[in-house]
T-cell receptor, first 113, second 114 residues
Framework: QQQVKQSPQSLIVQKGGISIINCAYENTAFDYFPWYQQFPGKGPALLIAIRPDVSEKKEGRFTISFNKSAKQFSLHIMDSQPGDSATYFCAAPFSGSARQLTFGSGTQLTVLP | NAGVTQTPKFQVLKTGQSMTLQCAQDMNHEYMSWYRQDPGMGLRLIHYSVGAGITDQGEVPNGYNVSRSTTEDFPLRLLSAAPSQTSVYFC?????????????FGPGTRLTVT
C-alpha cells in the first residue's frame, strides 16, 4: 500500500507552460515532503522540499504548494522548458523511527519545444 | 567526492542464480538504503541501514539480504534470482534525520532475470 499517491502518471506540456503534479498522503505524522527529479539513465536527485509549517516554497521556477487540511502537496513548474523533461517523484518519511523515504509512483513530464 | 557508486551497471541472471549488487559511498553518511524501480510503481524501499552492523526491512524485502560491515559499503544480495526481481536497483545514502533528509542516489544497476 503506497503511503503517497501521485498524479498524473504522465504529463505533456508546451514550452513556456505550467506543469502541475499532485501528491496525496495519509499519515498526518509526516513532517517532510520532498520532490525528486530523475533523468533517463540517472538516479533521482532532490529538487525541492517543504516542511508542513509553511504553505508554499519557491526555488526559481519550481514551487511546492502544501495543503495540510487536504493532506496534499503539489509541484508547480513555471515557464516549463524542454530540459525539464524528466520523471518526478514525491516522497514522505516512511513510518518507523529510521525516517526513510517512501516514494510516489512517479510522473513522466514531457515539455514540447 | 565520488558520492554513491554502484556496480555493476548492467547484469543478466538466470533464474536461481545468486549475485551481489555493490554500493559504496564516500560522504561518511550513516544511513544507507536500497530501492527498486519498476514502471508505474515508483521507487520501493527494499532494505535500509542506520549504521554499521544495523539493518532493517523496508517495503519489499523478500528475496533480498543485506549487511553493513562498514560505514562505506552496503551490498545487496539476491540468493536465488527470480524473474520478478527484474528491475532497476538504486542505492542511496544520507545523513541522520536531524541533519538532513536529503537522499543521494547512485546511478543504478539494471538487472534482468531470465
Amino acid at each position: 500500500q503506497q503511503q503517497v499517491k501521485q498524479s498524473p502518471q504522465s504529463l505533456i506540456v508546451q514550452k513556456g507552460g505550467i506543469s502541475i503534479i499532485n501528491c496525496a498522503y495519509e499519515n498526518t505524522a509526516f513532517d517532510y515532503f520532498p520532490w525528486y527529479q530523475q533523468f533517463p539513465g540517472k538516479g533521482p536527485a532532490l529538487l525541492i522540499a517543504i516542511r508542513p509549517d509553511v504553505s508554499e516554497k519557491k526555488e526559481g521556477r519550481f514551487t511546492i504548494s502544501f495543503n495540510k487540511s487536504a493532506k496534499q502537496f503539489s509541484l508547480h513548474i513555471m515557464d516549463s522548458q524542454p530540459g525539464d523533461s524528466a520523471t518526478y517523484f514525491c516522497a514522505a518519511p516512511f513510518s518507523g523511527s529510521a525516517r526513510q523515504l517512501t516514494f510516489g509512483s512517479g510522473t513522466q513530464l514531457t515539455v514540447l519545444p | 567526492n565520488a558520492g554513491v557508486t554502484q556496480t555493476p551497471k548492467f547484469q543478466v541472471l538466470k533464474t536461481g542464480q545468486s549475485m551481489t549488487l555493490q554500493c559504496a559511498q564516500d560522504m561518511n553518511h550513516e544511513y544507507m538504503s536500497w530501492y527498486r524501480q519498476d514502471p508505474g510503481m515508483g521507487l520501493r524501499l527494499i532494505h535500509y541501514s542506520v549504521g554499521a552492523g544495523i539493518t532493517d526491512q523496508g517495503e519489499v524485502p523478500n528475496g533480498y539480504n543485506v549487511s553493513r560491515s562498514t560505514t562505506e559499503d552496503f551490498p545487496l544480495r539476491l540468493l536465488s534470482a527470480a524473474p520478478s526481481q527484474t528491475s532497476v536497483y538504486f542505492c542511496a545514502s544520507r545523513s541522520r534525520p536531524l541533519i538532513s533528509y536529503e537522499q543521494y542516489f547512485g546511478p543504478g544497476t539494471r538487472l534482468t532475470v531470465t
